[in-house]
C-alpha cells in the first residue's frame, strides 16, 4: 500500500497550490482522506478530511481557505490551497483511515509527504 503526495512548493503569500495524493495497493473508496502538516520544530498537525460519502472536516486554521476533494475512481485526494500565508509553511502529508480523526496517531497509513513553503 502506498500514498504519494505531490504538488508541493514554493509560492508567494497570497497565492495558491494544490496537493494531490494517488494511492496504490488498494482502494481507499470506503476510507477517510485526510491532509496533515509538520512544520520545522513542531508536531505534525491535523488540516483537512473528507470521508467516503464526501462530508469534510478543517482546522480553523484553514478554513475558508483550503478544500479538501477526493476522486474514488482515481483514488486519488487533493487539498486545494489558497491565501496562502507564510505560517502554512510545512511539509504536506496524507493519510488514510477506515474512519474520519483529528488526532495524528488514530490514522493507518501514510503518505511520504510534500514541502510547501510561502514566503512573505
Known amino acids: 500500500v502506498q500514498l504519494q503526495a505531490s504538488g508541493g512548493g514554493l509560492v508567494q503569500a497570497g497565492g495558491s497550490l494544490r496537493l494531490s495524493c494517488a494511492a496504490s495497493g488498494r482502494t481507499f473508496s470506503r476510507h477517510a482522506l485526510g491532509w496533515f502538516r509538520q512544520a520545522p520544530g513542531k508536531e505534525r498537525e491535523f488540516v483537512a478530511a473528507?470521508?467516503?460519502?464526501?462530508?469534510?472536516f478543517y482546522a480553523d486554521s484553514v478554513k475558508g481557505r483550503f478544500t479538501i476533494s477526493r476522486d474514488n475512481a482515481q483514488n486519488t485526494v487533493y487539498l486545494q490551497m489558497n491565501s496562502l500565508k507564510p505560517e502554512d509553511t510545512a511539509v504536506y502529508y496524507c493519510?488514510?483511515?477506515?474512519?474520519?480523526?483529528?488526532?495524528?496517531?488514530?490514522?493507518?497509513?501514510w503518505g511520504q509527504g510534500t514541502q510547501v513553503t510561502v514566503s512573505s
Open positions: 493519510a488514510a483511515n477506515p474512519t474520519i480523526n483529528t488526532q495524528v496517531r488514530a490514522w493507518d497509513y
Open positions: 473528507i470521508r467516503w460519502n464526501g462530508s469534510s
